[in-house]
């Protein structure tokens, strides 16, 4: 008994750990955590990231250490007595060098300030790729909602429809009414059989979308956080505040201000590419040879002391022509800037046309959505006075049918009107609230 309660208890347990209630949050922080061009634009993000820390490393010196063996036949230069002989000789070679760039016309500091800006930007890409994902989650996730309430609806309008073939099978049988309206209606209640399984289609297609959205499987079951609150009156917003307050705060006009920055370092990098360039060089070297088939004088470790060498060496090098190479990245680097420039403004022009779009639609959409609310009360009290006509005989069944279809189409567009707003209410709310 013990064992079969512990059982249930672990079985319901599971069922119930199973059952997700999908929010929208929740579906729109699964579909970033999946999506493949926000994992690009990470990817994009760490590249950004090793070049930063590439080019600051620039500043540190290089050190190399190298050797070599070799062996060399007839008439050489004995690296010990610095002769000719004619003899076979052996000899190792060793060294460590290094170099330490002292001045390069501040192209070093240019890259870092240049890489580190483009880090920034690579940030804001992230962002943006999230805010894209977002909305297109949020779209399908009311989609989903739409067709939820069509399907409950059209089920409803099939019982209804059912109710009442029924209770005419029952007049017909009780000679009250012909037979010809009995048949009129169990052919509206197959039209409405019809309508219910193409509104349970649309929801299992509207279903699939979300779920490829955030890259489930087909099969999966979703099960969406129904909230049947009506949308809130309109309230007149300011365009003009709404663009001023998300073109600092959007990453879309964000990144490329950072990236009109990035391309001045390249072009101040680009510049200065024909001022003069100091470098610092040092090493130690030494060399070992043995005539071969004769016994050296000196040891291995005695002719590397013997010929240790060391340097240090100042280079200064001045750029006098490099067939217009420079002049080249120079003119590269001003028309990428440019660029730059342009993508800005018209990103920035993008925005303010989102902006007073999204500002239109949401309106045009809560007129709609007004006018939709009172046909569909209109329709229903309609239909509802003509439901009584019908028990008493004093509307035909065509009449009762068109007023039917009418009342059905009306339902459908105050859906569709209500949804419709309360999505272009959130792509509003999406520039004002500029929340990934």
């Not at 969406?224 to 600092?248: F, G, H, M, R, V």
């Not at 009360?377 to 509802?384: H, Q």
């Not at 309360?422 to 999406?430: E, G, Q, R, S």
Request: with cysteine; proline share 2%.
């Amino acid at each position: 008994m013990k064992l079969s309660f512990l059982l249930i208890i672990s079985i319901l347990t599971v069922a119930q750990a199973q059952t997700t209630i999908w929010t929208l949050d929740y579906c729109i922080e699964k579909a970033i955590e999946n999506n493949i061009q926000v994992k690009r634009s990470v990817l994009s993000q760490n590249n950004a990231k090793a070049n930063s820390h590439q080019s600051m490393a620039q500043l540190l010196p290089t050190v190399n250490a190298s050797a070599n063996h070799s062996y060399n036949f007839g008439r050489n230069i004995n690296p010990v007595t610095n002769s000719f002989q004619e003899s076979n000789i052996q000899g190792n070679q060793f060294s460590i060098n290094a170099s330490l760039p002292i001045f390069n016309g501040l192209q070093t500091q240019f890259r870092i300030r240049e890489t580190k800006i483009n880090l920034q930007a690579s940030k804001e890409e992230i962002k943006q790729n999230k805010n894209e994902v977002m909305l297109q989650v949020t779209s399908a996730y009311l989609q989903v909602l739409f067709q939820s309430e069509l399907l409950k609806a059209a089920r409803w309008q099939l019982e209804n429809a059912i109710t009442k073939a029924t209770q005419m099978e029952k007049s017909v049988e009780a000679g009250i009414i012909a037979k010809n309206q009995l048949l009129e209606v169990q052919s509206m209640q197959a039209t409405d059989e019809l309508n219910a399984t193409n509104a349970e289609n649309n929801l299992e297609l509207s279903k699939l979308s979300l779920r490829q959205l955030m890259l489930l499987p087909a099969e999966m079951e979703l099960e969406l956080s129904i909230q049947n609150s009506e949308p809130e009156t309109i309230n007149l917003d300011n365009t003009e505040e709404i663009y001023a307050s998300a073109s600092k705060e959007m990453p879309a006009p964000r990144q490329a201000n950072l990236l009109i920055e990035s391309a001045k370092f390249r072009e101040y990098s680009a510049k200065n590419s024909r001022l003069p360039k100091l470098n610092l060089y040092a090493g130690i070297l030494s060399n070992y040879a043995q005539v071969l088939g004769q016994n050296n004088q000196f040891s291995f470790q005695e002719q590397l002391n013997n010929n240790l060498g060391k340097y240090v060496q100042l280079r200064l090098d001045v750029p006098i022509f490099n067939a217009w190479q420079s002049k080249t990245i120079v003119q590269t680097a001003v028309v990428n800037r440019k660029n730059a420039e342009l993508n800005a403004v018209e990103v920035q022009n993008t925005l303010r046309q989102d902006i007073e779009k999204a500002y239109l639609n949401k309106k045009t959409a809560y007129k709609r959505y007004i006018a939709s609310q009172k046909q569909v009360e209109l329709m229903k009290e309609t239909f509802r006075m003509a439901e009584q006509k019908l028990a008493v005989g004093t509307i035909s069944m065509i009449d009762f049918g068109t007023l039917k279809n009418r009342t059905s189409s009306a339902e459908s567009d105050y859906l569709r009107a209500k949804y419709d707003y309360i999505f272009k209410t959130k792509i509003l709310d999406f520039y004002k609230n500029t929340a990934p």
